[in-house]
């Protein structure tokens, strides 16, 4: 059971590039969802989606994209790369979103340097 | 709206002595909470929760967190620590009905030998 994996690990961007973070879960879950990670400032919300076809706004949108195609994937795409948005990106999962006693599950983690 | 505090950005403790991680909620309504710990170069893991009931929740590795509604409190605790239990603890809130949890900002666990 593979759970959530972020692929890749590690990226460097220069300012100005596009790349897309990929996200993928087996877990069958409805509700998927993407946070970035900074010093001092915990996790932040991006986007997130409650199924397939449906993608809302986070706490920090603006730089982002999002689809939701499939149940199993959510790509998280940066349209043009700036040095604000050097961090560590997570992806995370959950049942049912209706079920807000589940928790989440999380992968490991994309950390971008944007130079 | 949903709030966390962990007004704690580390927490020292010696191995074998007990610790606690402190967090409180603010929400309307009733609350699930969570805790969740991050080792390096990982992501979150999930490591215990309160919905209702028993006030005292067990987890895994050990771990322990007391839901006091009157305080508005959710602290996690560990009656011997570990040198592994070093890393960063998160807790996090959500109401019946939402779909998006509060997470505090982390406390990092640090267990000295």
């Known amino acids: 059971n593979a759970g959530v994996t972020q692929t890749p690990k590690f990226q460097v961007l220069k300012t100005g590039q596009s790349m897309t973070l990929q996200c993928a879960q087996d877990?069958?879950?409805?509700?998927m969802s993407w946070y970035r990670q900074d010093p001092g400032m915990g996790l932040r919300l991006i986007h997130y989606?409650?199924?397939?076809?449906?993608?809302d706004q986070g706490e920090v949108p603006n730089g982002y994209n999002v689809s939701r195609s499939t149940t199993e994937d959510f790509p998280l795409r940066l349209l043009s790369a700036a040095p604000s948005q050097t961090s560590v990106y997570f992806c995370?999962?959950?049942?049912?979103?209706?079920?807000?006693?589940?928790?989440?599950?999380f992968g490991n983690g994309t950390r971008l340097t944007v130079t | 709206a949903q709030s966390v505090a962990q007004p704690e950005d580390q927490v020292n403790v010696a191995e074998g002595n007990p610790l606690t991680v402190k967090c409180t909620y603010s929400?309307?309504?009733?609350?699930?909470l969570f805790w969740y710990v991050q080792y390096p170069n990982r992501g979150l893991q999930f490591l215990l929760k309160?919905?209702?009931?028993?006030?005292l929740v067990k987890g895994s590795y050990g771990f322990e967190a007391e839901f006091n509604k009157s305080q508005t409190s959710f602290h996690l605790k560990k009656p011997s620590a570990l040198v592994s239990d070093s890393a960063l603890y998160f807790c996090?809130?959500?109401?019946?009905?939402?779909?998006?949890?509060?997470f505090g900002r982390g406390t990092s666990l640090i267990v000295h030998p």
């Open positions: 995370a999962s959950t049942h049912r979103p209706a079920q807000s006693n589940s928790p989440l599950h």
């Open positions: 877990m069958n879950h409805e509700y």
């Open positions: 989606s409650v199924g397939a076809g449906i993608t």
């Open positions: 929400v309307s309504g009733n609350p699930y």
């Open positions: 309160y919905i209702t009931g028993d006030n």
């Open positions: 996090a809130v959500i109401t019946g009905g939402s779909y998006i949890p509060t």
